[in-house]
């Protein structure tokens, strides 16, 4: 089991840039395919990026690449979303998730991570 706990989200001006974090506590992180997720109000929640366990592979929503940038670092047991050029679109609340169960595929349904959590609200301004 992992706990997960996201931080760096906030009040930024359309066009700049924020770094999300999610530490991870438990000594199986390292192997855990991670997730990034976000849900808007009235919408559902939607997929971002994911990233294997390694760091090696990354998958990205066609219409978020270039922009975002997934990572991790598992000396740290800590995930990291870099968004840049944000926009009023990209309003959310950003969740990280944990995949344990990793195949040769990167998911994106939000139904293969297991673990998820509390989120952490992107509001961008126009």
């Known amino acids: 089991q992992v706990q997960l706990v996201e931080s760096g989200g906030g009040l930024v001006q359309a066009g700049g840039s924020l770094r999300l974090s999610c530490a991870a506590s438990g000594r199986t992180f390292s192997s855990y395919a991670m997730g990034w997720f976000r849900q808007a109000p009235g919408k559902e929640r939607e997929f971002v990026a994911a990233?294997?366990?390694?760091?090696?592979?990354?998958y990205y929503a066609d219409s978020l690449k270039g922009r975002f940038t997934i990572s991790r670092d598992n000396a740290k047991n800590t995930v990291y979303l870099q968004m840049n050029s944000l926009k009023p679109e990209d309003t959310a609340v950003y969740y990280c998730?944990?995949?344990?169960?990793?195949?040769?595929?990167?998911?994106?349904?939000?139904?293969?991570?297991?673990?998820w959590g509390q989120g952490t609200q992107v509001t961008v301004s126009s």
């Open positions: 990233i294997s366990w390694s760091g090696d592979s990354t």
């Open positions: 998730a944990a995949d344990p169960l990793p195949t040769m595929h990167l998911k994106r349904a939000y139904y293969e991570y297991h673990y």
